[in-house]
């Protein structure tokens, strides 16, 4: 370790995620933008092949990464290898990404961490809404015991911290999370290699392929619309077959283009009208953060923590998720109004400038980080 190092607090962040979301996106803006002044950034995560771009993205950032086989109670030999790795690093403090509240092992990696001999362990909770089965709450729960903040990413969410994981209000810290500002002069070509007019309304859902996103709601909505409006779909998943198959039987071949997983979001989003989120289940999606801070209008499910970021009327549409004619209604009335989804537009960029900047959400962070050491520092007083 070098004497700089020395003179930084160890921030040591967990994960065992599945795959890369956007609770891993997260992470990755929040541990590559710490202040390296202050702060030392490393990543303790789950073996897995479908999250080497995210481990090799932390190491281009200048965050060590270092792979372990987790899997609590079913591996003793991976929690001593964990165990050994967090003694070897010694971080001041243990951050778990929780996109569930069955991630982090339930929980579990927070014992692990203080048996380690860590003395601070934080979580961030992104979807705490999704009620555990009576099993996994009772070992959550006993895994929670060894958290001293639970950082959450919307107020939405605290109610269902409190009332379904039993977490006290006092140890609830809400910090919205937060972009960079977006790429600027570049594009897809998105229009001219789908062969799309100038004229054509194009709308976009940005995603993973899920059940959950809602995107066959959403193609219900474009079947009641007219040719004009079309639509690209950003993503992949295990819902693709069925959803290309939904395509087809509503006859909307020509007008829904599925363009897969896609690194140049920004670009995509500089060629299209509007996005739309037909989730039954979000936070905070940082596709609605992106398409504000590119200027666009949104239309989403008024769901759980979006009313938080859309202003309905304002920088968007929201609409119930269930009801195919509010989304068709909604959609329409930006396609056929330039002057509405240019002011909704504008009102978005600047929605995203006062409240979702990246460094907003990093420094907030880092305030949670500075008030539990500050703790140390008073008792050695």
């Given at each position: 370790m070098t004497g700089c190092e020395k003179s930084r607090y160890r921030i040591v962040y967990f994960s065992d995620a599945p795959w890369f979301g956007g609770?891993?996106?997260?992470?990755?803006?929040?541990?590559?933008?710490?202040?390296?002044?202050?702060?030392?950034p490393e990543l303790v995560m789950n073996r897995n092949p479908r999250l080497a771009g995210f481990a090799a993205s932390m190491a281009d950032?200048?965050?060590?990464?270092?792979?372990?086989?987790?899997?609590?109670?079913?591996?003793?030999?991976?929690?001593?290898?964990?165990?050994s790795v967090l003694r070897r690093l010694r971080p001041a403090i243990f951050h778990c990404n929780l996109p569930g509240p069955w991630s982090s092992q339930y929980s579990l990696v927070a014992p692990l961490a203080r048996l380690?001999?860590?003395?601070?362990?934080?979580?961030?909770?992104?979807?705490?809404?999704?009620?555990?089965?009576?099993k996994g709450r009772f070992i959550r729960g006993f895994g929670s015991r060894w958290v001293e903040r639970v950082i959450t990413v919307s107020e939405n969410n605290v109610s269902y911290l409190v009332d379904y994981?039993?977490?006290?209000?006092?140890?609830?810290?809400?910090?919205?999370?937060?972009?960079?500002?977006?790429?600027?002069?570049?594009s897809a070509s998105v229009r001219e290699m789908l062969g799309l007019s100038r004229e054509d309304f194009i709308c976009v859902m940005i995603g993973s392929l899920e059940e959950r996103k809602g995107h066959a709601r959403a193609f219900d909505a474009l079947a009641a619309l007219p040719g004009d409006v079309k639509m690209l779909v950003v993503g992949a998943g295990d819902d693709e077959s069925a959803l290309r198959a939904k395509v087809d039987s509503l006859g909307l071949g020509r007008r829904v283009y599925f363009l897969g997983y896609r690194a140049d979001v920004d670009a995509i989003?500089?060629?299209?009208?509007?996005?739309?989120l037909s989730s039954m289940l979000e936070a905070t999606p940082y596709v609605i953060i992106?398409?504000?801070?590119?200027?666009?209008?949104?239309?989403?499910?008024?769901?759980y923590g979006i009313p938080e970021i859309v202003r309905d009327g304002e920088t968007g549409i929201l609409v119930d998720p269930g009801a195919r004619e509010d989304f068709a209604g909604a959609i329409l009335a930006l396609a056929r109004d330039r002057d509405r989804r240019s002011r909704m537009g504008r009102a978005a960029r600047r929605r995203y400038e006062e409240m979702f900047r990246v460094d907003r959400c990093v420094e907030e962070t880092q305030a949670v980080y500075r008030d539990l050491l500050r703790t140390d520092s008073k008792s050695l007083r």
């Open positions: 609770a891993e996106k997260y992470l990755l803006l929040l541990a590559t933008g710490l202040n390296r002044d202050e702060f030392h950032g200048g965050v060590p990464v270092h792979e372990v086989s987790l899997n609590v109670p079913h591996s003793p030999a991976g929690i001593s290898f964990f165990i380690a001999g860590v003395r601070h362990v934080v979580t961030t909770e992104h979807l705490p809404m999704v009620p555990p089965f009576a994981h039993g977490v006290p209000r006092e140890k609830i810290r809400v910090v919205r999370i937060g972009i960079p500002e977006p790429a600027r002069g570049t989003l500089s060629e299209c009208d509007a996005l739309v992106e398409a504000m801070a590119s200027g666009l209008p949104v239309v989403a499910s008024g769901v």
